[in-house]
């Protein structure tokens, strides 16, 4: 079976930093595309940082600067550094797996609440 857990999320004032970890059991993220995601209430769910099987990593450019992806294999853990963090960056932040159509899977998903 296959698991997404995130974690790291909380409650962090504006101009600071968490760092979300994404911890994967029954596959390997060293063979998908690993995605940040995130949704604010009231919000379509928009794409954070995508972290290819090759490493390159592509940002949102909402994003550019201020977060940093990574991915360490050996403890099978993506991770999304996130630093000067905004009121407008609140959202629900999840992350994803995707290999193909139907290879794909999503965490449940960790909340991040900027405060002013």
């Known amino acids: 079976q296959v698991q997404l857990v995130e974690s790291g999320g909380g409650l962090v004032q504006s101009g600071g930093s968490l760092r979300l970890s994404c911890v994967a059991s029954g596959i390997l993220v060293s063979n998908y595309v690993m995605d940040w995601f995130r949704q604010a209430p009231g919000k379509q769910r928009e794409l954070v940082a995508s972290?290819?099987?090759?490493?390159?990593?592509n940002y949102a450019d909402f994003v550019k600067g201020r977060f940093t992806g990574s991915r360490d294999n050996a403890k099978n853990t993506v991770y999304l550094q996130m630093n000067s963090l905004k009121p407008e960056d609140t959202a629900v932040y999840s992350c994803?797996?995707?290999?193909?159509?139907?290879?794909?899977?999503w965490g449940q998903g960790t909340q991040v609440t900027v405060s002013s």
């Open positions: 994803s797996a995707w290999r193909d159509l139907d290879d794909d899977y």
């Open positions: 972290i290819s099987t090759g490493d390159n990593i």
